[in-house]
């Protein structure tokens, strides 16, 4: 089994998208998923994951405030091959979201 550290990065949008996907036959661990407002007002973050079948929020509407960082997990996500994590804020462009996984093949 090969270990892998990867970080993902996105700038948020109005509509939802996709910031990761597991690839085939990995499991992945995400260690961090956190979200940083860049702007000067609050701004609500949404992130999900989906199992291929349902959507689980991780956070729903989480304000985050002007200039600060949250992290979106307490603490660790176990994700199989082909789930998603998928995040979004009504400010656009206003949110970045830096996820930190680990994958194992």
């Known amino acids: 089994m090969a270990n892998t550290f990867k970080v993902y990065r996105a700038a948020l949008g109005a ?21 940083a407002n860049v702007d000067t007002v ?4 949404t992130s999900t994951w989906n199992d291929g079948t349902n959507d689980t929020h991780l956070v729903k509407d989480l304000d985050i405030p002007a200039k600060a960082a949250v992290n979106l997990l ?16 009504d400010a656009s ?13």
């Open 15 to 35: 509509s939802a998208s996709v910031v990761y996907t597991v690839p085939a036959s990995t499991t992945a661990i995400v260690l961090m998923a956190q979200a």
């Open 42 to 45: 609050t701004a609500p973050v």
């Open 74 to 89: 307490s603490g660790k996500l176990v994700l199989e091959a082909g789930d998603t994590l998928s995040a979004n804020s």
């Open 93 to 105: 462009n206003k949110v970045e979201l830096t996820v930190s996984v680990l994958e194992i093949t």
